[in-house]
């Protein structure tokens, strides 16, 4: 019955195709160009591949909205009229977002026309998506083939969505006849009071008709001005946006009551891609889906479902994100301006952006910010922002780091505990380094070693960490101003977080919770009521009962603390088990350095006993390299799995959240060995006759003589530079083009073979598909972090740390200019004001870098026993004796059983003392080993230093932050300016109105004169100079 019933609805939609029911005049009279919101619409007549059902003959039977157009094409044809895919078939209305969805060419298709085959007489029809549901909609059982009740769910809700889509006011067109296989697009057109509307519940500032003059400087800072941009002039770039501006238009939140305010002299420019999309992603993660399915068959089946589907109606909010996740749509996203590289390819912003920015050839160039803004939005453009910032300040840094290395390049002959180490004549014997295997040797071997230390450990190295530490706060101070002056250029100075909660819908995944739990609910009120005799008296009663509970079970239900309890224990629980994972494989890289040191030594090979120290400490570095990018990875996607798990509401704290326990993470996986070498190698080693072990059999490493500078610094330059080289770089250059070569045969082998005669181009829709998907900005900045981090932290072991750095940042904005130009799909523009939570952590990085320094310069290098010698033991004012003084002395026939040398005779001669570097009592002492005085002396000294460094740098950097204003002068002018101007735009708006009020109350008053004073003949001559009207007034009020 419910077939046969269908048969005159698809009956009169045939006819309205044919042109039967259609307006007066028939299908020829039809007009030939679209207008926005009818009741219906056409194409051009000449476009007879494509034939549109009169929406007017279904609207009569209810199954439609009344308001929008849904347009389904059969087969989109790449011509220059729709600019390959830019444009909808029309060639007018301009493509602001695309849905994908995966679809079965061979299934049934609910829809009431249907689409012909290629090979027929009759051009094929444009198959129509309804608003609400019709029962039976399928084809014939004789016909149909077996149904996929999951496929024909997400088909439903498809349906559904588009409706809704359709009933806010945007208008769609399908193409599901690509070059991919089992893809369908939808593309969306927003009309303009569409974008009038959003633009104005936004709160979106657009320029208005008024310009003013943006203050210039004055005298000699003009002067100044003009002679740097003369000299900057050949490495700007070649972009109208990035030119410096006289004049500005004043801005004003979008208002339709105020449209006279704004230039809408050209309507199709005045709301650019960039805010086109995001008005529309807007609307599809505000649209909801609500009546889906959660069964197709029929009787039993289908009513079991109603209590969901009335829950869902009640609690779920279905918008894009949700059905992203759940496969409805397999994809969502803006489309690019056009093609970036060709001959015959239109220019576009995207090819001005890959031609001044995206390319390894203007590397020397400056970013063109307000274009990166312009085309991606403001997020991404602040991210650029800063990172062209920092790599700006690590040019002085590279400097000043490059001067203290030559310094200490320049005075490493002059250096006089390096040239008595490498003395031969002070013949000095040290103890051994392992037990047995390892023998007595000469601390002149360790000369290479000292006088390397030396180029690091010097006094420069000092004033360069404080210049860092000020460095750091100046940075910060840098990026605040222009940050500030980013806001008033791109108009956020009002923009408020409170603006964009009106935005932060629920996560589709903090729904789905929701709904569990209320579902969960309401089967314990169930078993509840089962249990408990129903009332026979008043039934009405119950019923009434049973409403009001189902209505409090899904009214304002929300997740508690008791609800992500499991998941907050299983966080603390994994983090604290990831984090004993990277001790104990540093613990496991110190005993590969122990046994490795061990099995050098014996080695019958002089050469290569003579470089044990540095052969451990490089292969050691090496696999810590490989470990640290191996978990890297699985820190990342262990943390975004611990996110999802604690079910947060919103994409921001989604994002808050994942970005603190990624960083926890990979900040512990990344500095853990570097910490290790600088704060606890050596510092645990107890002392010949009485060392300390590991599991009773592994011997705690020592330093070397000169001290574990040199070490800390080959540790932190090869895990800098291999991480950039390699997880920075590498990884994101090979991994995106792996992934697209994999996804591109992919959809070829699934892709029908095509001959080349009918081999078409793609459009752009299908173009950016092929493209990956943008993961947001947490990698990037993670990376940044993690580099901001060895650039601070222990730059007192290794000043050049900031040169690599600068070095690295100069490739990585290009390569990351080329991937989002090239490699990514255009992200959906979000507005920001600055980089959010990354601010915060980069200032508790610099604090940090402080203290670590502070404790580097006093703990690990030789800086502090150097000082205490100069100035409270040493003879004559110098360093001579120095290394004499820091070693002790140990007797040999003290050594425990089982630990002397197995070859005491190794150096040819008899060893009865041998040194050993350590502040302890000399073996004829009367309390011999005992920590001598000079510890306790230098141990003070020590900790004076962390105290009064940390104070006094501290002090510095909080001076600096207080002297440097976060708002640069001139902005704090033109923000006030444009207060003024907008109060005097709007004072005299009033004034023209209230002029227009009393002209018009004038004309009122002296046509009310003449009646009043009793002369009806002057009446209608007051009313203008034409014919007097027939009847006669006779006084009173009009």
Not at 96 to 120: E, F, M, N, P, W
Not at 382 to 408: C, D, E, H, K, N
Request: aromatic share 10%; glycine share 6%.
């Amino acid at each position: 019955m419910e077939e046969t019933a269908l048969d005159p609805l698809l009956a009169k939609a045939a006819g309205a195709v044919n042109g039967e029911g259609a307006p007066p005049g028939g299908p020829s009279a039809q007009p030939p160009t679209m207008r926005v919101n009818e009741k219906y619409s056409t194409l051009p007549a000449e476009d007879r591949s494509v034939h549109i059902i009169n929406i007017c003959a279904i609207e009569d039977i209810g199954y439609l909205p009344s308001e929008g157009t849904l347009l389904n094409s059969l087969s989109v044809d790449p011509d220059a009229e729709c600019k390959y895919g830019l444009y909808f078939r029309d060639g007018k209305r301009k493509v602001d977002y695309i849905l994908v969805y995966h679809h079965k060419r061979a299934s049934g298709s609910r829809t009431l026309a249907r689409r012909a085959q290629h090979g027929d007489a009759a051009p094929g029809a444009r198959s129509v998506k309804q608003d609400h549901p019709l029962p039976g909609k399928g084809r014939p059982s004789d016909a149909e083939p077996a149904v996929d009740y999951h496929e024909d769910d997400k088909q439903f809700r498809r349906d559904e969505y588009e409706g809704n889509l359709l009933e806010a006011g945007l208008e769609l067109e399908r193409d599901e006849d690509t070059k991919i296989h089992g893809l369908g697009f939808v593309k969306i057109h927003a009309p303009w009071n569409v974008l009038c509307r959003e633009a104005e519940f936004l709160k979106l500032k657009m320029p208005t008709k008024k310009m003013y003059h943006i203050n210039e400087t004055r005298g000699l800072l003009k002067k100044i001005n003009s002679v740097l941009q003369k000299i900057t002039d050949p490495i700007q770039p070649r972009v109208a946006e990035h030119r410096p501006q006289t004049m500005k238009r004043l801005s004003y939140p979008f208002s339709r009551e105020k449209q006279h305010l704004f230039d809408l002299s050209d309507k199709d420019s005045f709301f650019d891609s960039k805010t086109r999309s995001t008005i529309v992603y807007e609307i599809l993660k505000r649209t909801t889906c609500t009546k889906a399915k959660y069964s197709m068959g029929q009787g039993e089946g289908r009513k079991k479902d109603s209590a969901l589907l009335s829950k869902r109606r009640k609690c779920g909010q279905h918008g894009i994100t949700s059905l992203l996740a759940n496969g409805v749509y397999s994809a969502a996203y803006p489309l690019h301006d056009g093609d970036y590289e060709g001959d015959n390819v239109e220019f576009n912003d995207r090819k001005l952006l890959y031609e001044e920015w995206a390319r390894y050839g203007v590397f020397y160039k400056y970013q063109p910010i307000d274009l990166i803004r312009k085309y991606f939005g403001e997020k991404i453009g602040l991210y650029f922002a800063w990172l062209g910032v920092y790599t700006q300040m690590l040019i002085p840094a590279s400097v000043v780091g490059i001067i203290v290395f030559l310094y200490g390049c320049a005075t490493v002959d002059e250096n006089i505990p390096s040239m008595e180490m490498c003395d031969q004549r002070h013949n000095v014997t040290m103890c051994p380094l392992c037990d047995k295997t390892c023998s007595y040797w000469k601390m002149s071997s360790a000369c290479a070693t000292a006088r390397a230390s030396h180029l690091f450990d010097n006094p420069a190295t000092v004033f360069f960490s404080v210049f860092m530490a000020l460095w750091a706060a100046t940075f910060m101070e840098h990026w605040k101003r222009k940050q500030m002056r980013l806001n008033y250029l791109w108009d956020l100075t009002g923009f408020e977080e409170e603006e964009e909660a009106v935005k932060d819908h629920p996560r589709a995944e903090y729904e789905a919770r929701v709904l569990e739990k209320s579902l969960r609910k309401e089967s314990k009120n169930k078993e509840k009521r089962r249990h408990i005799p129903e009332e026979s008296t008043n039934k009405w009663k119950q019923r009434v009962k049973t409403a009001m509970a189902g209505v409090k079970l899904t009214d304002k239900v929300k997740l508690t603390w008791r609800d992500r309890f499991p998941a907050y224990f299983t966080n603390l629980v994994s983090i604290i088990f990831m984090i004993a994972v990277t001790f104990a494989i540093v613990l496991g890289v110190i005993i590969y350095r122990i046994s490795t040191a061990a099995a050098l030594a014996m080695n019958s090979s002089p050469s290569v006993r003579s470089n044990i120290r540095v052969t451990v400490t490089a292969t050691a570095v090496v696999i810590n390299l490989v470990v640290i990018i191996l978990l890297d990875e699985v820190y990342g996607c262990i943390a975004r799995w611990l996110t999802k798990i604690e079910v947060p509401k919103t994409e921001k704290s989604f994002e808050e959240r994942l970005i603190f326990k990624a960083f926890l993470l990979k900040f512990v996986n990344s500095y853990t060995p570097i910490f290790y070498v600088a704060f606890f190698k050596g510092r645990f080693v107890g002392r010949p006759g009485d060392y300390v072990y590991i599991f009773r059999s592994f011997r705690m490493e020592e330093c070397a003589p000169g001290g574990c500078l040199m070490e800390l610094c080959i540790q932190l330059s090869i895990i800098m530079l291999g991480k950039q080289l390699i997880q920075n770089n590498l990884f994101e250059i090979g991994i995106p083009k792996m992934k697209k070569l994999i996804r591109h045969l992919k959809l070829r082998r699934q892709s029908p073979p095509e001959c080349e005669e009918h081999v078409k181009r793609k459009q752009r829709y299908e173009v950016d598909y092929n493209l990956e998907p943008f993961a947001g900005l947490t990698p990037e900045y993670m990376e940044m972090i993690i580099q901001f981090g060895f650039v601070t932290l222990f730059v007192a072991s290794f000043p050049l740390a900031p040169l690599f750095a600068l070095l690295n940042n100069i490739i990585e904005i290009r390569l990351d200019a080329k991937k989002f130009v090239t490699e990514l799909r255009r992200p959906v523009a979000v507005r920001a004001k600055d980089i959010g939570i990354w601010y915060n952590i980069l200032r508790g990085v610099g604090k940090l870098a402080v203290i670590i320094n502070a404790f580097v310069i006093s703990f690990t290098s030789d800086f502090i026993p150097r000082l205490v010698y100069l100035y409270m033991y040493s003879q004559n004012g110098t360093m001579h004796g120095f290394v004499n003084h820091t070693l002790s002395s140990f007797n040999v026939s003290d050594f425990q059983n089982g630990t002397a040398p197995n070859d005491p005779l190794d150096l040819g001669y008899e060893v009865q003392i041998c040194r050993y570097k350590d502040y302890r009592e000399p073996p004829w002492s009367e309390h011999k080993y005992d920590i001598s005085k000079d510890f306790w002396a230098v141990l003070a000294a020590r900790l004076a230093f962390v105290i009064v460094f940390q104070n006094l740098v501290m002090f510095m950097s909080d001076f600096v932050d207080w002297v440097i204003p976060d708002i640069p002068k001139d902005i704090s002018q033109q923000i006030h300016k444009e207060k003024v101007l907008m109060v005097e735009l709007f004072m005299r708006e009033e004034q023209g109105k209230l002029q227009l009020l009393d002209t018009w109350m004038d004309k009122e008053r002296k046509k009310d004169e003449p009646c009043n004073n009793h002369t009806p003949r002057a009446c209608p001559d007051s009313l203008g100079d034409g014919p007097a009207p027939d009847h006669t007034y006779h006084g009173g009020v009009l």
